[in-house]
């Protein structure tokens, strides 16, 4: 669930050394993966925003404590466009929230992967150039896998869920498109853009828990959490969030910001294995296919765009 845009190439590593770098990163997709599963074992349609509210809660403090003085030293313009960027973050992560509760966490896992087809079709469109046929064949690849996999149990219209997290891969297309294109954004320090995006985020999670009808308060919720709900909030703010944000900004100063973005592309195979292996799912032939044709299609969308 990466919004960080990669800074510039490290310099090459030893074999050893680079994997040594790796590990960490590969680590992130694996809790990546299994963040689908653990949002949906602690999550009703009831509490969707309260859960968001206490998760980005628990983290903002560490983020704000741990960059105050590059956090104090942003302009107006970087504080507004990082805050834009966060209403935008917030309404991924309500996409995604509302969508995983009502799919299982393989298709959520796999269908947000089509983010990495999204993103370079929707340059290209900005950009008025065509893309070249490869891509085009990985974006075709990636979209029937999607619907293969929809319709493990015959051929029938999505669901809401499905269609929830397919919104929710348009909207990562598009936070990072604004990311590129935001000026005011290019020279922000990235502890400090991540903590004011966060901050944006919850600041639209606690506007929307204060309008009546929305669910359950973030209080509410908590009083209601035993000790497996508190591991699992516990898991998507220390590990999903903290952890997955800091060991992104270790790895790109020690690797290649397209082995990170290689190795965190892994991550709908393990939401895939998190739902089948621990969450009971079961995928039918066809969902089995579609697996398969969104990993393969994704990989190959991958390598087209370069």
């Known amino acids: 669930m990466s919004t960080l845009a990669a800074p510039a190439a490290a310099p090459a590593l030893a074999p ?4 040594l770098a790796d590990l960490p990163v590969l680590l992130v997709a694996v809790v990546w993966g299994g963040s689908y599963l653990a949002a949906k074992g602690i999550t009703t349609p009831h509490t969707v925003i309260a859960v968001l509210v206490l998760r980005f809660a628990l983290v903002l403090p560490v983020l704000v404590l741990a960059g105050w003085r590059r956090l104090r030293a942003l302009s107006a313009a970087q504080l507004r466009g990082a805050g834009l960027l966060g209403l935008v973050l917030g309404g991924i992560f309500l996409l995604e929230t509302y969508g995983v509760v009502r799919t299982s966490a393989t298709n959520a896992g796999l269908i947000i992967s089509l983010t990495m087809i999204f993103t370079p079709l929707a340059e290209s469109a900005v950009r008025r150039t065509a893309p070249s046929a490869p891509f085009l064949g990985a974006a075709a690849v990636s979209v029937t896998g999607v619907l ?10 999505p669901g809401a869920g499905d269609l929830l997290i397919l919104g929710a891969a348009l909207a990562r297309t598009l936070h990072v498109l604004l990311m590129a294109r935001i000026g005011a954004v290019q020279d922000a320090d990235p502890l400090s853009l991540t903590t004011v995006q966060l901050g944006g985020a919850l600041l639209l999670f606690a506007a929307l828990a204060a309008v009546p009808g929305t669910g359950s308060t973030a209080w509410a919720a908590a009083a209601g959490f035993g000790p497996a709900a508190w591991a699992g909030l516990a898991f998507l ?8 944000f800091f060991v992104q900004m270790w790895a790109v100063r020690r690797t290649s ?12 195979l393990w939401a895939a294995g998190a739902g089948i292996a621990l969450g009971g799912e079961h995928l039918g032939p066809l969902g089995l296919a579609g697996v398969l044709m969104v990993l393969a299609g994704t990989a190959w969308g991958r390598r087209a765009a370069g």
């Open 257 to 268: 910001p397209s082995r990170v973005s290689l190795l965190l592309g892994t991550e709908p």
């Open 16 to 19: 050893r050394r680079a994997w």
């Open 148 to 157: 293969l996999l929809t319709q493990g149990a015959g051929f029938t219209a």
């Open 237 to 244: 703010a220390v590990f999903c969030t903290l952890f997955a």
